[in-house]
């Protein structure tokens, strides 16, 4: 009997990874944040994360339809980036607008260049963009954590996230005072205002250490991002620490964690050498502290990963490696 010889284009590794089993595991690793979250602003997290993901699928399904394609919606990858979208958000938005936001997460991120694998950018920061960049007041209206976890009610702030309220003051004022209306642990714990997933610090690293534990995710990009936001922020901190936030309040605050763990980390838009994951990591916490120390913005993490998503094709190209015997052109 004759056996058929089957040709396929490289690489030829086989793996008993799927796409789902990845998704799924990244939708779990996001579950400690979603807790967090939904306990800390209530009922209205949980609507919006759930929202996030009933449009995103919706408009996924849509438009493989509408495309001829087979239509995944099973593979999870439109669920991951409605939850990363959720998480984004502040737990005061309306409900038309996290429908606009997956609009463009799915369709103008990620649909229109031929869907999975194929999108340049991170879905769901280009959903979070476009919304932060046409709806400023409705994406700036924060809400404070009605419940903590360790603390019960807490009223630590109000008005503005530790970020958002360190610009302003500094813009007004000139210098930081001695005492700053929260601290770290309440950072770590996730017991000051901010985005649904971005609060609790803690929550974001048990997240990332099980993608991590998982080597769902090379570690090089999250750590050469946040070690450099840290290196960065903390020279200026330590030569006038009176006009410059304390460089592990960065770590803390803001969408640094779930950006590093979550977004950079995304398989299709970051670099797949380690060289390139290195420049690259260390390029988007580069950005993310001159927008955080200069820029008009509080917050500059989307705008970073973004930027890099961009470079990435440049990155693959200078860091690759050079074939055994091949003759480097002049």
């Not at 592990?248 to 050498?273: E, K, Q, R, Y």
Request: hydrophobic share 50%; charged share 10%.
């Amino acid at each position: 009997m004759k056996e058929t010889l089957i040709l396929s284009s490289s690489p030829h590794i086989k793996s008993p990874e799927t796409i789902p089993s990845i998704m799924f595991q990244v939708c779990l690793a996001l579950l400690p944040a979603v807790f967090v979250g939904v306990y800390s602003f209530g009922a209205r997290a949980a609507w919006i994360i759930l929202l996030a993901i009933v449009s995103s699928l919706f408009f996924e399904a849509a438009a493989q339809k509408i495309m001829k394609r087979p239509i995944a919606i099973r593979d999870g990858s439109a669920c991951v980036t409605a939850l990363l979208l959720a998480l984004n958000l502040p737990p005061t938005v309306p409900w038309w607008l996290v429908i606009i936001g997956s609009f463009f997460a799915i369709i103008i991120g990620k649909q229109v260049y031929g869907g999975l694998g194929h999108n340049p950018f991170n879905p769901a920061l280009v959903g979070r963009v476009v919304l932060l960049i046409s709806f400023p007041v409705q994406m700036t209206l924060w809400a404070f954590p009605t419940r903590t976890l360790f603390s019960g009610v807490t009223d630590t702030l109000s008005g503005a996230t530790p970020l958002g309220w360190t610009k302003t003051y500094l813009m007004t004022h000139g210098s930081l005072p001695s005492t700053l209306p929260f601290n770290l642990s309440q950072l770590f714990l996730g017991q000051t205002g901010g985005c649904i997933g971005e609060i609790s610090a803690l929550a974001l690293l048990i997240g990332g250490g099980y993608l991590l534990w998982k080597k769902i995710i090379p570690w090089i990009i999250p750590v050469s991002f946040v070690a450099t936001t840290f290196f960065i922020t903390g020279l200026f901190w330590m030569i006038h620490p009176q006009q410059y936030l304390n460089p592990v309040a960065h770590i803390f605050s803001g969408g640094l964690l779930i950006g590093a763990f979550f977004m950079a980390t995304d398989m299709v838009t970051n670099p797949v050498t380690n060289l390139g994951m290195l420049l690259f990591g260390i390029g988007c916490g580069l950005l993310t502290a001159i927008i955080r120390l200069f820029g008009g913005y509080p917050e500059g993490v989307s705008f970073a990963i973004l930027l890099m998503n961009a470079m990435t094709p440049l990155l693959d190209r200078w860091t690759r490696p050079r074939v055994f015997g091949e003759v480097p052109h002049s």
